[in-house]
């Protein structure tokens, strides 16, 4: 799936600004990693199959939270 088309669904699904977009091969198939920061401040991280364009995760950390990166 062209990576503009996923791109508009997570602009559509979670409104914000996209930071950071990776490509990565996890257990045979390809995965777009997306991190959208909220016009509040929260961080949406999310991993987009890119065969088909399932959020496969969503992960949502707000303003302020610690932890892992």
Do not use: F, T
Not at 19 to 34: A, F, K, M, P, S
């Amino acid at each position: 799936m062209p990576l503009q088309r996923i791109l508009d669904n997570v602009e559509r699904d979670h409104p914000g600004q996209v930071i950071e977009v990776e490509l990565e091969q996890e257990d045979g198939r390809w995965i777009y990693e997306i991190k959208v920061l909220k016009a509040g401040g929260a961080l949406v991280k999310l991993e987009i199959d890119a065969h088909d364009g399932v959020v496969l995760r969503d992960r949502e950390r707000a303003p302020g939270a610690g932890g892992r990166r």
